[in-house]
């Protein structure tokens, strides 16, 4: 029976360390090359890639995958995979990890961190006894949403395949007749979702007693107060000498002591700057405008992005009932859009992601429950139509674009509402070396001394999902009057008068020219669009070639 509390049912276990069965969990073995690696060249490396390491004992940082001593049934997926190297966070976490210890690793959206976790989880798992019946999974990786959960499942199969490990994916929202079956048959990985892994433990379905090997993936989010009771219940559940990895791209000072309390001795990988960093392959442009004005922007904006070759675009709004009121109206109207929130069956949400995974619909609303870990190929455009609770939120969608080298444009709309972000937001554009326009400097200044903005680590409770079920009315797109949608492509009116994402001073815009601001790299977009928006936005001529609705 389930308690009032998640997992109220769940006992802790009493753990006697004396008679715990005995388990290995160092397997590394250093690569002559890196034993011969003098401590400048370590510091050379990790100046470049600004890597900061906390805590004692960290190995030297592997420069190459052979490096790595991976075993063969590893490397042989990792050449597959014609990579050139390993990522920097790769590079300093891989020998972290394979020597057993706990490990924080943060490190921007699309860096690979999924690996980072996955490829010493594989070796681990095959230097444990084998499963028996009625065993539980050795490793655990906890994530915050059901996608994220497949998705890692993904890689975890991809990688586990050629050692013959099994892996099963337990998550809220699909039956749980085949995730039984899977965790039954002897999967020795298990990627869960806080809610439906509680269920499946009370219900004596299985047991953490083997796991000796945990991932919390997006660990800040589950460690805020959305999923910390659920993922304290199900901690207490595994055996306190396992190791634990936690993975972000963002570290708010918030979680750090209710992490280490589930961490004891750890190392701290960051790279990057230490402060809240957005990738710096995305070119981010706020706009600074009125409420009311976004609609109409964001059809000038789709109109822009539909005719380039690579357009693949997620939205994010605010609440589930915008994202599917903004869908019905663009459906409308003709575009390629489908939506994606927690209001929708998991049948829905597979189906959308996977349109949108596979190009038949390169348009995607969605909630924050899209906002982190996944990982699309060619997301080309990421636009906020509403900026997001908190500043971290703002990191992680706009990494949905600009992964794995690739580069990406973010547009933001940004109203004076959302004013007491703004100090943060400018840090992040700041240290990314991005332009900030005068009227969102001005909007910065106006909100110092007005702060306390960071609703998301207060008071707010709400149990699994709580974040992403929030539904205030926004009235302004659930009237459904009669005039002309402001989503039909042939919206002429307005287009010409400005360049919406000017940032105010006059041709500012245009002569940053699309830099990232790093060495003069432009963003890699296509030059129609780059021109088009440096000539201050959407002329006649480039609306006549848009395609006609019925194309999508
Ligand atoms: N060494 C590597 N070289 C090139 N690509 C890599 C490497 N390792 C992983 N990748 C690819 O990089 C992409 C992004 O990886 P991943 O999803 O793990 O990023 P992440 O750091 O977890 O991002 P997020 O913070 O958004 O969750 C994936 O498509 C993955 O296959
Ligand atoms: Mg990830």
Same mark, same amino acid.
């Given at each position: 029976?389930?308690?009032?509390?998640?997992?109220?049912?769940?006992?802790?276990?009493?753990?006697?360390?004396?008679?715990?069965?005995?388990?290995?969990?160092?397997?590394?073995?250093?690569?002559?090359?890196?034993?011969?690696?003098?401590?400048?060249?370590?510091?050379?490396?990790?100046?470049?890639?600004?890597?900061?390491?906390?805590?004692?004992?960290?190995?030297?940082?592997?420069?190459?995958?052979?490096?790595?001593?991976?075993?063969?049934?590893?490397?042989?997926?990792?050449?597959?995979?014609?990579?050139?190297?390993?990522?920097?966070?790769?590079?300093?976490?891989?020998?972290?990890?394979?020597?057993?210890?706990?490990?924080?690793?943060?490190?921007?959206?699309?860096?690979?961190?999924?690996?980072?976790?996955?490829?010493?989880?594989?070796?681990?798992?095959?230097?444990?006894?084998?499963?028996?019946?009625?065993?539980?999974?050795?490793?655990?990786?906890?994530?915050?949403?059901?996608?994220?959960?497949?998705?890692?499942?993904?890689?975890?199969?991809?990688?586990?395949?050629?050692?013959?490990?099994?892996?099963?994916?337990?998550?809220?929202?699909?039956?749980?007749?085949?995730?039984?079956?899977?965790?039954?048959?002897?999967?020795?990985?298990?990627?869960?979702?806080?809610?439906?892994?509680?269920?499946?433990?009370?219900?004596?379905?299985?047991?953490?007693?083997?796991?000796?090997?945990?991932?919390?993936?997006?660990?800040?989010?589950?460690?805020?107060?959305?999923?910390?009771?659920?993922?304290?219940?199900?901690?207490?559940?595994?055996?306190?000498?396992?190791?634990?990895?936690?993975?972000?791209?963002?570290?708010?000072?918030?979680?750090?002591?209710?992490?280490?309390?589930?961490?004891?001795?750890?190392?701290?990988?960051?790279?990057?700057?230490?402060?809240?960093?957005?990738?710096?392959?995305?070119?981010?442009?706020?706009?600074?405008?009125?409420?009311?004005?976004?609609?109409?922007? #964001?059809?000038?904006? %789709?109109? $822009?992005?539909? *005719?380039?070759?690579?357009? !693949?675009?997620?939205?994010?709004? =605010?609440?589930? @009932?915008?994202?599917?009121?903004?869908?019905?109206?663009?459906?409308?109207?003709?575009?390629?859009?489908?939506?994606?929130?927690?209001?929708?069956?998991?049948?829905?949400?597979?189906?959308?992601?996977?349109?949108?995974?596979?190009?038949?619909?390169?348009?995607?609303?969605?909630?924050?429950?899209?906002?982190?870990?996944?990982?699309?190929?060619?997301?080309?455009?990421?636009?906020?139509?509403?900026?997001?609770?908190?500043?971290?939120?703002?990191?992680?969608?706009?990494?949905?674009?600009?992964?794995?080298?690739?580069?990406?444009?973010?547009?933001?709309?940004?109203?004076?509402?959302?004013?007491?972000?703004?100090?943060? #937001?400018?840090?992040? %554009?700041? $240290?990314?070396? *991005?332009?900030?326009?005068? !009227?969102?400097?001005?909007?910065? =200044?106006?909100? @110092?001394?007005?702060?306390?903005?960071?609703?998301?680590?207060?008071?707010?409770?709400?149990?699994?999902?709580?974040?992403?079920?929030?539904?205030?009315?926004?009235?302004?797109?659930?009237?459904?009057?009669?005039?002309?949608?402001?989503?039909?492509?042939?919206?002429?009116?307005?287009?010409?008068?400005?360049?919406?994402?000017?940032?105010?001073?006059?041709?500012?815009?245009?002569?940053?020219?699309?830099?990232?601001?790093?060495?003069?790299?432009?963003?890699?977009?296509?030059?129609?669009?780059?021109?088009?928006?440096?000539?201050?936005?959407?002329?006649?001529?480039?609306?006549?070639?848009?395609?006609?609705?019925?194309?999508?």
């Amino acid at each position: 029976m389930k308690g009032s509390q998640p997992g109220g049912s769940l006992r802790k276990p009493k753990w006697d360390m004396a008679t715990l069965q005995k388990f290995e969990k160092n397997f590394y073995k250093e690569h002559p090359n890196v034993l011969n690696r003098s401590p400048m060249e370590v510091q050379q490396f990790h100046a470049e890639h600004q890597i900061t390491i906390n805590g004692k004992g960290a190995p030297t940082p592997i420069f190459t995958f052979e490096e790595g001593c991976f075993p063969d049934y590893v490397m042989a997926q990792i050449r597959r995979n014609s990579w050139k190297a390993p990522t920097p966070i790769q590079s300093q976490a891989w020998p972290i990890a394979l020597q057993g210890k706990n490990l924080v690793g943060v490190a921007q959206t699309g860096s690979g961190k999924t690996l980072g976790f996955i490829l010493p989880a594989i070796v681990h798992v095959n230097h444990q006894p084998y499963l028996e019946r009625g065993d539980g999974p050795i490793v655990l990786v906890l994530t915050p949403t059901r996608e994220l959960a497949q998705q890692i499942l993904e890689v975890s199969n991809e990688f586990g395949r050629t050692s013959q490990l099994k892996s099963a994916c337990v998550y809220g929202g699909a039956p749980k007749g085949p995730q039984l079956r899977d965790l039954e048959r002897g999967a020795e990985i298990c990627i869960a979702t806080p809610g439906r892994l509680i269920d499946f433990l009370e219900a004596g379905k299985t047991t953490l007693r083997r796991t000796t090997y945990l991932v919390l993936d997006e660990a800040d989010r589950m460690l805020d107060m959305g999923f910390e009771p659920q993922i304290r219940k199900i901690l207490e559940q595994i055996r306190p000498d396992r190791q634990t990895l936690m993975w972000s791209a963002t570290w708010p000072k918030e979680v750090r002591r209710l992490a280490e309390e589930f961490l004891n001795d750890y190392i701290q990988v960051n790279t990057g700057a230490m402060q809240l960093t957005a990738n710096h392959s995305i070119l981010q442009i706020i706009d600074v405008c009125m409420e009311h004005e976004k609609e109409e922007k #964001l059809v000038k904006l %789709l109109n $822009e992005i539909m *005719q380039e070759k690579q357009n !693949k675009t997620i939205i994010f709004v =605010e609440t589930k @009932r915008k994202a599917d009121d903004i869908t019905r109206r663009m459906k409308r109207d003709g575009w390629p859009v489908l939506s994606i929130h927690g209001d929708k069956s998991q049948q829905e949400r597979d189906w959308a992601l996977n349109d949108f995974r596979n190009g038949r619909n390169p348009i995607l609303v969605a909630t924050d429950v899209a906002s982190r870990g996944l990982d699309v190929d060619d997301i080309k455009f990421v636009i906020n139509f509403d900026y997001p609770n908190c500043s971290e939120d703002y990191v992680h969608r706009i990494g949905r674009t600009g992964r794995a080298g690739n580069t990406g444009t973010a547009y933001t709309f940004f109203t004076p509402n959302n004013a007491k972000q703004a100090p943060d #937001l400018c840090n992040v %554009l700041k $240290e990314a070396k *991005q332009v900030i326009s005068p !009227k969102l400097q001005q909007l910065e =200044e106006s909100s @110092r001394g007005m702060r306390g903005g960071r609703q998301r680590w207060g008071g707010r409770g709400g149990g699994i999902g709580g974040r992403f079920d929030r539904s205030s009315g926004n009235g302004r797109f659930n009237d459904r009057s009669g005039g002309g949608s402001k989503f039909s492509g042939s919206n002429g009116g307005g287009f010409k008068s400005q360049s919406n994402f000017s940032n105010g001073s006059s041709g500012g815009f245009k002569s940053n020219g699309f830099s990232n601001g790093h060495g003069g790299q432009t963003n890699g977009n296509a030059g129609g669009f780059k021109s088009n928006w440096s000539q201050g936005g959407v002329t006649a001529a480039s609306l006549s070639s848009i395609p006609p609705p019925s194309r999508f």
